[in-house]
T-cell receptor, first 113, second 113 residues
Framework: DGGITQSPKYLFRKEGQNVTLSCEQN?????MYWYRQDPGQGLRLIYY???????QKGDIAEGYSVSREKKESFPLTVTSAQKNPTAFYLC????????????FGQGTRLTVV | RKEVEQDPGPFNVPEGATVAFNCTYS??????FFWYRQDCRKEPKLLMS???SGNEDGRFTAQLNRASQYISLLIRDSKLSDSATYLC??????????????FGQGTILTVHP
């Protein structure tokens, strides 16, 4: 089945730890995105990548890092510099280009304990 | 001014009602527009793309007004199952890439018996 897979579904992190969220797609999409969603809020863009080995900061990139070494994979690291990391993290992909819709993975709920 | 803005609602309507949502965007060069539906604690799912000529899918109608920079979603004959959060998304051009997909904060719809 083609789709976007995020793992894990739930993640607990101690304060001061870095954690990496996985996002893999087998849709042969060029573009991939990471969003953060807080309760009752919309989606805020963290990072996005239009092509392998290239990515751009979104609106709330501070405290996060990404890599795009393979077309299929776009992992997100939440670093200890992110002061309020508890949120719902959503990965999306699209074919790329200016007029293509994005499709989402099931999300990862990160909780700092 | 936010790049993409929606009335967060909530909208509470009876079954069978017609309800409309608007979404304004700031960048006049934006080229693509979408409506997504998000159920509680789930990922957003594409409801429909928005074309310049307007488009309809069953009870749902989407329209684009470039002059006033807004898109709209009309739901006719509301069903209980339409209860969800509706998110608009706009491709915001920028730099040398095709731009980023930016979401509004979402509009909550509750349809009651």
């Amino acid at each position: 089945d083609g789709g976007i897979t995020q793992s894990p579904k739930y993640l607990f992190r101690k304060e001061g730890q870095n954690v990496t969220l996985s996002c893999e797609q087998n849709l042969n999409h060029d573009a991939m995105y990471w969003y953060r969603q807080d309760p009752g809020q919309g989606l805020r863009l963290i990072y996005y990548s239009q092509i392998v080995n290239d990515f751009q900061k979104g609106d709330i990139a501070e405290g996060y890092s990404v890599s795009r070494e393979k077309k299929e994979s776009f992992p997100l690291t939440v670093t200890s510099a992110q002061k309020n990391p508890t949120a719902f993290y959503l990965c999306a992909s699209s074919m790329g280009g200016p007029v293509t819709e994005a499709f989402f993975g099931q999300g990862t709920r990160l909780t700092v304990v | 001014r936010k790049e993409v803005e929606q009335d967060p609602g909530p909208f509470n309507v009876p079954e069978g009602a017609t309800v409309a949502f608007n979404c304004t965007y700031s960048n006049s060069a934006s080229q693509s527009f979408f409506w997504y539906r998000q159920d509680c604690r789930k990922e957003p799912k594409l409801l429909m793309s928005v074309y310049s000529s307007g488009n309809e899918d069953g009870r749902f109608t989407a329209q684009l007004n470039r002059a006033s920079q807004y898109i709209s979603l009309l739901i006719r004959d509301s069903k209980l199952s339409d209860s969800a959060t509706y998110l608009c998304a706009v491709n915001m051009p920028g730099g040398t890439s095709y731009g980023k997909l930016t979401f509004g904060q979402g509009t909550i719809l509750t349809v009651h018996p």
